[in-house]
């Protein structure tokens, strides 16, 4: 099992930026995000895979940039352009060979 910490997270404004980042207790395959907004299912963001190209949910494409540290075990998650709707609990997970671990979640609200 691998142990996942975030950090970053906050409030912004519309607009605005915010940067999360994920450090993971070892190595695994593929290394992103999700998020759930009250009241909606989990959603993914972004994620990459090792030797793969960046995935993202199109709500986010061009203003969410996802990059990993493959030696330091760590993915971040760039936030621009802010919108209320990315207002949500956003966790940091791994999937390798099946098996998936979760982040505690970290709290991201856009508010004027």
């Known amino acids: 099992q691998v142990q996942l910490v975030e950090s970053g997270g906050g409030s912004a404004q519309p607009g605005g930026s915010l940067k999360l980042s994920c450090a993971a207790s070892?190595?695994?395959?593929?290394m992103g995000w999700y998020r759930q907004a009250p009241g909606k299912d989990r959603e993914l963001v972004a994620y990459?895979?090792?030797?793969?190209?960046?995935i993202y949910a199109d709500s986010v494409k061009g203003r969410f940039t996802i990059s990993r540290d493959y030696t330091k075990h760590t993915v971040s998650l760039q936030m621009s352009s802010l919108k209320f709707e990315d207002t949500a609990v956003y966790y940091c997970?791994?999937?390798?060979?099946?098996?998936?671990?979760w982040g505690q979640g970290t709290q991201v609200t856009v508010s004027a």
């Open positions: 070892g190595s695994a395959f593929t």
């Open positions: 997970y791994t999937n390798h060979l099946g098996v998936i671990d």
């Open positions: 990459i895979s090792s030797g793969g190209s960046p």
